[in-house]
Every structure is written in C-alpha cells, then in structure tokens.
C-alpha cells in the first residue's frame, strides 16, 4: 500500500498538508522541514562548488587566452624573422649577380684592341668605374676644344646600384667641365637609357659610353671655361630632378634621320 501511495504521490501530499493540532502531523512537519533544510543547505553547497567550479573554469579560460596571444606574437615573429631571412637571401643573390656580370664586362672590355675606352676600378671597388673616353666625333666642336685645352679623353664615373644589371648605373661626368651635350648641372647626364624606365639589363657598360659619345657631340656639348669642378651631390640631385621631370611629360624622341 505504502508503495502505491508513494507511486501516486499522496504520502508527499500528506506531509505537506498535516493536520494542525495533530502531534503526529507536527513530527511529520518537523521531519519534512529538517529535510527541506538539508535539501537547502546541500544546494547552498552545491552552487558554492558550482560557483567555485565557475571561477576556475574563468581562471583556465584566461590562462588560455594568454597562451593564445602568446603563440600569435611568436607566430608573428617567426613571421618577421622568415621575412629578414628572405631578404637578406635575395639580397646576397642580387650581389653574385652584380658582380658576375661587372667582372664579365670588364674582362671583355680589357680584352678589346680597339682603344675607344679604358676602365679603372676606384680603390679597387668592383662597384664603381672611373671610365675614360677616348673616341669622339673629330669634326665636333667638342673634339676641337679637346685638343686646344689639352684633354685626350673625358672621365667619367659609373655607380652600380645592388641590383645591377636590373636597374641602371649612375653615370657622371667629372672632367672636363663641359657645357650643353646633354650634360647637366654637377656633371648628371640626361639619356633615357640611364633611368629606370629607360634601362635594359641587356645594355653594357660599352654600349652606354658609346650612346653617351654620340649625344654628346649631338647636343653640341663644348668645353666650359669655368673653373668650378663637377660634384657629386650636385650631379645626384639634378639627375633627381630630370627624372621626375621626364616621367611626367615623357621623353621626346628623335627623327630616325638624326640617328
């Protein structure tokens, strides 16, 4: 019967319902409080270890977070230090280019019988020439005020830049002092081949002293009586200025007629 009642739920009515006045539904009461109380105080505990168990799970999470950002930041410099790696790489492959290619050239060039220039290494820098030219239009002007002041050739200078033969060398006049040809304050020359946009890394180092002999005598190029040497900073800032100047309004190029 106990276990009928129970099925159905009616001796947990009877408690919760006991007669008042009846010492029996009081001992009933006071036994079914004391076990609500206990239930109580056993949920209390309960969401105290809950709780407990919340912070700690907060605790892991922030633990996590910092390992998370810690591997982002060691992703990122192995990132970084996979980028430096790479350049410097490439940058030594650039530099075993530049020089294969300069000591080709120059071994070519002090194989040749015809004595049109010669070539001398600065402090015995493979990366910057001092170039001397020796054949120029003897009809020219400019060949005429050679032999009157006493020059045989004109200087002049050729930088390499790291990634030579891909880009173009800085070339400069440095003696004499000449005036219109194409050359331009501090000694800078204004040929079109000598920029970014206009350079082949098929060009040699021959081939751009030729193209320079010619302009030269084309653009009526005459010794200066100044006395004032070409400079180097100089011939930099105004090579600068043209190219820019050139990249906005473009080159004009000559008749097929004129060379």
Same mark, same amino acid.
């Given at each position: 019967?106990?276990?009928?009642?129970?099925?159905?739920?009616?001796?947990?009515?009877?408690?919760?319902?006991?007669?008042?006045? !009846?010492? *029996?539904g009081?001992? *009933?009461?006071?036994?079914?409080?004391?076990?609500?109380?206990?239930?109580?105080?056993? !949920?209390?505990?309960?969401?105290?270890?809950?709780?407990?168990? !919340?912070?700690?799970?907060?605790n892991?999470?922030?633990?996590?977070?910092?390992?998370?950002?810690?591997?982002?930041?060691?992703?990122?410099?192995?990132? =970084?230090?996979?980028?430096k790696?790479?350049? *410097?790489?490439?940058?030594?492959?650039?530099?075993?280019?530049?020089?294969?290619?300069?000591?080709?050239?120059?071994?070519?060039?002090?194989?040749t019988?015809?004595?049109?220039?010669?070539?001398?290494?600065?402090?015995?820098?493979?990366?910057?020439?001092?170039?001397?030219?020796?054949?120029?239009?003897?009809?020219?002007?400019?060949?005429?005020?050679?032999?009157?002041?006493?020059?045989? !050739?004109?200087l002049?200078?050729?930088?390499?830049?790291?990634?030579?033969?891909?880009?173009?060398?800085?070339?400069?006049?440095?003696?004499?002092?000449?005036?219109?040809?194409?050359?331009?304050?501090?000694?800078?020359?204004?040929?079109?081949?000598?920029?970014?946009?206009?350079?082949?890394?098929?060009? =040699?180092?021959?081939?751009?002293?030729?193209?320079?002999?010619?302009s030269?005598?084309?653009?009526?190029?005459?010794i200066?009586r100044?006395?004032?040497?070409?400079?180097?900073?100089?011939?930099?800032?105004?090579?600068?200025?043209?190219?820019?100047?050139?990249? *906005?309004?473009?080159?004009?190029?000559?008749? =097929?007629?004129?060379?």
């Amino acid at each position: 019967m106990a276990t009928l009642l129970r099925k159905f739920g009616l001796i947990t009515r009877l408690q919760q319902a006991p007669e008042s006045g !009846s010492p *029996k539904g009081s001992r *009933k009461a006071l036994r079914a409080g004391g076990s609500n109380a206990s239930s109580s105080g056993s !949920s209390n505990n309960n969401n105290t270890i809950n709780g407990g168990g !919340s912070s700690s799970s907060n605790n892991h999470g922030g633990a996590a977070g910092g390992r998370g950002a810690h591997n982002e930041a060691d992703v990122r410099n192995n990132v =970084t230090s996979d980028g430096k790696q790479q350049q *410097k790489q490439q940058q030594k492959h650039s530099g075993h280019v530049r020089a294969r290619r300069l000591m080709k050239e120059l071994q070519d060039l002090r194989r040749t019988s015809e004595r049109f220039l010669s070539v001398e290494l600065v402090e015995d820098n493979l990366f910057e020439w001092n170039v001397r030219l020796f054949q120029i239009d003897r009809e020219s002007p400019l060949w005429q005020d050679m032999r009157d002041s006493g020059h045989d !050739s004109i200087l002049l200078n050729l930088t390499f830049p790291e990634n030579f033969p891909f880009s173009p060398p800085f070339m400069r006049v440095l003696s004499p002092r000449i005036d219109n040809g194409f050359v331009l304050d501090g000694g800078a020359i204004c040929m079109e081949l000598l920029t970014p946009r206009g350079w082949s890394s098929a060009y =040699t180092v021959e081939a751009v002293v030729r193209q320079f002999a010619a302009s030269v005598v084309k653009g009526q190029g005459r010794i200066s009586r100044k006395k004032k040497a070409f400079t180097r900073k100089e011939a930099e800032a105004t090579f600068r200025s043209l190219v820019k100047t050139h990249e *906005k309004y473009g080159w004009v190029t000559p008749p =097929t007629s004129d060379g």
